[in-house]
């Protein structure tokens, strides 16, 4: 019996070693993240991966010959360890798993209008998470290498966290997200340098999941970080974010949003969250470094507004459509302040756009363009409160802009060398500062922080006044005979009438005459006709031939011509 058994045990570990002799090996996060990339993801569009899962699922089944049932009748078929033969069987619980999250974020974008649907959402998670488990169980009883095993944990531990995340067990789902940005970035010290990207992407994007865990377990320093991460998130955690605002915000302060002395009303979620954010984006822009930073902050955040403006006016529709309702002005004042928002923080874009334009070296007619839209946004600004106060304050701002905006133009006017049109917008420029700063005395201390860059260009404009009088009067510059003389090619004889310096006559090859001088075209001779012709009479010469009997007289005309074309008498 002993030595049946050890025999037993030896073909045990025979048939052992022989299954073993293959290692298998799947590189989870890349395959889901190219997956995602090319199939919809980069735009937010959780229906085309879905979509996408579904069929590749079903051609890893057709290849692998794993088909569950046929056309007619469904026969559910797990993967089992021992049917593992190739690396892609580890892929079909993986993307069971990919499609039922992609169906989840799918339910949460359409939850914003069908609150229904966020039951639907949780169990969507729940299969993912079910799959994703799967997975785990299917690679621990087949051999796999280390690096397989310790993204599935990590994937594991995600899918597990998002659904915690989402049911709002705080505890649960901070150390299930700790575990999975551990593990990614345990992979991503171990891995060569050009793999090290894809992992260090997914720690980052699990930073901000902690930190709402935290805030909500009951650490408020969290809070501030959620706020300078706001601008750059992507809309997966959006709506999460801006419910925290949102609560934060009644925690901190009771007191209802004002503008312009007026109540905004009810203030849905992502409307608060945008007002706090706005509040705190004049830090970031101070932290800000260039001007192109100021932009992508500026343009992550209009997009925000973009999307905030969206969901106010959907929420409020049948407010607004009864227009002698309290509530109705309430929520008009809201979107009217998230307009001047929009606009506002759209004005500070297009002002960096000038501070970059300005750094290039741009053309004046580039910067022209720029401080017209900027003047088209002071116009739209103007139009939303009907406050005196409010509507001088815009005025005042948009002369100012009309001033830069005449500037240039009489800058470009000043490259074409057209001094009497450049000194007249340069006035036109002055009279708009002079308007401005009288309106500034009107209302004190409206255009207090653009004092320093009127100041600048009042004396810019006058420095510029001076040289465009100057050339105007002048006539013709150095540089306009310079370019007359480059244009006009005419020899000098051809000028003898005219004064001008021309270098080119003191050069080996001066342009004094053109040799040899150009073919000219004469008019023809006129034909003329011989009508005398008939009237001449020719003298006789047939004496000559020997017919002396015929007298020299008698011969006329027709004698001649017989003898000229050879017949007749000789």
């Known amino acids: ?90 892929q079909v619980p993986l993307i069971m798993a990919e499609r039922a999250w992609s169906y989840a974020m799918q339910l949460r974008q359409e939850s914003n209008t069908e ?18 488990s799967q997975l785990q169980e299917l690679i621990e009883n087949v051999n796999c290498d280390a690096r397989t095993r310790l993204e599935a944990e990590a994937y594991v531990a995600w899918m597990n966290g998002s659904l915690q995340f989402e049911l709002q067990l705080w505890k649960q789902a901070m150390e299930n997200l700790q575990k999975a940005k551990v593990v990614y970035g345990n992979l991503a010290s171990a891995l060569p340098e050009a793999e090290q990207v894809l992992y260090n992407v997914r720690v980052e994007e699990l930073t901000p999941s902690l930190r709402y865990c935290a805030y909500n377990i009951g650490d408020i320093s969290a809070m501030d970080d959620l706020m300078q991460m ?8 959006m709506a999460s974010l801006d419910s925290l605002i949102a609560q934060t915000r ?25 007002i706090i954010a706005d509040s705190t984006l004049n830090q970031a822009l101070e932290k800000a470094i260039t001007n192109q930073a100021k932009i992508d902050l500026l343009e992550a955040h209009l997009i925000d507004c973009k999307d905030v403006l969206s969901i106010v006016r959907e929420n409020f529709r049948n407010e607004l459509k009864n227009k002698e309702n309290e509530k109705s002005s309430a929520a008009q004042h809201l979107i009217n302040y998230l307009q001047y928002i929009r606009l506002s923080r759209t004005l500070e874009r297009n002002l960096a756009l000038v501070e970059v334009a300005k750094q290039k070296k741009a053309k004046p007619q580039d910067i022209v363009r720029l401080y017209e839209a900027a003047i088209h946004n002071i116009t739209e600004m103007s139009q939303l409160q009907d406050d005196p106060e409010y509507v001088d304050e815009q005025e005042a701002k948009k002369k100012v802009y009309l001033a830069f905006r005449c500037f240039y133009i009489a800058q470009a ?30 209302h004190w201390n409206l255009l207090d922080k653009m004092k320093k860059t009127l100041d600048e ?19 013709d510059t150095q540089e306009d005979r310079c370019s007359k003389n480059a244009k006009n090619t005419n020899s000098l004889y051809e000028r003898l009438h005219e004064y001008r310096e021309d270098p080119a006559l003191l050069t080996k090859q001066p342009n004094v005459y053109i040799l040899p001088p150009p073919m ?51």
């Open 1 to 90: 019996m002993v030595v049946e058994e050890k025999t037993d045990i030896s073909k045990e570990n025979q048939d052992g070693t022989g299954k073993e002799t293959k290692t298998y090996s799947l590189e989870i996060l890349k395959i889901i993240k190219e997956a995602q990339q090319q199939h919809g993801l980069r735009h937010a569009d959780y229906q085309r991966y879905r979509g996408y899962c579904s069929r590749r699922l079903k051609r890893l089944r057709k290849a692998l010959k794993v088909p569950q049932g046929d056309r007619r009748h469904f026969k559910r078929k797990d993967i089992i360890p021992a049917m593992v033969t190739d690396d892609k069987f580890l």
């Open 230 to 237: 706001r601008a750059q998130l992507s809309g997966e955690l």
């Open 413 to 442: 006017f000043g490259n074409l060398h057209l001094w009497r049109e450049a000194l007249l917008l340069y006035k036109k420029a002055e009279n708009y500062i002079t308007k401005a700063i009288k309106c500034n005395k009107k």
């Open 457 to 475: 260009l009042e004396m810019s404009i006058e420095a510029a006044a001076y040289a465009a009088h100057a050339k105007s009067l002048l006539g």
């Open 115 to 132: 609150p229904r649907k966020k039951f639907h959402l949780i169990s969507r998670l729940r299969k993912a998470a079910l799959y994703s």
């Open 520 to 570: 000219r075209s004469i008019p023809c001779k006129a034909l003329f006709f011989d009508l005398a012709f008939n009237k001449i009479e020719f003298p006789e010469l047939m004496y000559k031939t020997g017919n002396r009997t015929q007298r020299p007289n008698q011969a006329g005309l027709t004698g001649f011509v017989k003898g000229l074309w050879g017949w007749g008498n000789k």
């Open 250 to 274: 009644a925690k901190q302060a009771t007191e209802e949003v004002m503008w312009r002395g007026k109540s905004c009303g009810t203030v849905p979620p992502r409307a608060a969250g945008l």
